[in-house]
């Protein structure tokens, strides 16, 4: 998905738009910053930053940059998580139980 089409996206769900040099998107909602990075009109890096320095910074799987975008505020940082790349997925976690 190109940088417009995830600009508009977000503008639909309620994010605030930036556009950077690099060439690059950052979504901002709430205390949350999504910061995308492209190559042509693909994503190559996205990183997420959190309310009070959570997760500053880190990097997120691309396949779950529209799932970020769609969350609804509240559910935000639970999507992050599981975003998150090199985290433990819920779902891994809690097979094991």
């Known amino acids: 998905m190109d940088p417009d089409a995830i600009a508009r996206r977000a503008?639909?769900?309620?994010?605030t738009v930036e556009f950077n040099a690099d060439p690059g998107v950052i979504l901002r909602r709430r205390l949350?910053?999504?910061e995308i990075t492209f190559v042509g009109?693909?994503?190559?890096i996205a990183l997420v930053s959190g309310p009070e320095g959570r997760d500053v910074?880190?990097?997120?799987?691309l396949r779950?940059?529209?799932t970020l975008i769609r969350s609804r505020p509240d559910e935000i940082a639970q999507r992050v998580a599981?975003?998150?790349l090199g985290e433990p997925s819920a779902r891994t976690?809690?097979?094991?139980?």
């Open 82 to 84: 599981e975003a998150i």
């Open 64 to 66: 779950s940059i529209n």
């Open 57 to 61: 910074g880190r990097p997120v799987n």
């Open 41 to 44: 009109d693909a994503p190559s």
């Open 32 to 34: 949350w910053q999504l």
């Open 93 to 97: 976690e809690d097979a094991g139980s």
């Open 11 to 15: 503008r639909r769900h309620g994010w």
